[in-house]
């Protein structure tokens, strides 16, 4: 069974960190771009980081960019995001997915989802 498990999520207040994972399971995730999107109720899912299947390249929502750093570990089959100077508009539901292909932030083009984790940001 092909799967992705995020973990990490929790509650923190303004200025903190979190460091989420995306695990894999039944699959190797050497050769997928990992994406990770934030969905806020009401809203639709929109991108916030992803890395490329050799970790050479990442991208970055401008809204995140100097605070949040994309990771992976192929050894580990495992992609972090590290969440430093969190805010509370960064609050929502992190998921992770995955693709056999280039990053995007194009939701639909992800083949595999994780359940999320929840970030709640407030003092």
């Known amino acids: 069974q092909l799967q992705l498990v995020e973990s990490g999520g929790g509650l923190v207040q303004p200025g903190g960190s979190l460091r989420l994972s995306c695990a894999a399971s039944?699959?190797?995730?050497?050769?997928?771009?990992i994406g990770w999107f934030r969905q806020v109720s009401g809203k639709e899912r929109e991108g916030v980081s992803c890395?490329?299947?050799?970790?050479?390249?990442?991208w970055y929502a401008d809204a995140v960019k100097g605070r949040f750093t994309i990771s992976r570990d192929n050894a580990k089959n495992t992609v972090y995001l590290q969440m430093n100077s969190l805010k509370p508009e960064d609050t929502g539901i992190y998921y992770c997915g995955a693709r056999w292909g280039r990053c995007t932030v194009v939701v639909g083009l992800y083949g595999y989802w994780g359940q999320g984790t929840q970030v709640t940001v407030s003092s």
């Open positions: 890395i490329s299947s050799s970790g050479g390249g990442t």
């Open positions: 039944g699959f190797t995730l050497n050769y997928t771009a």
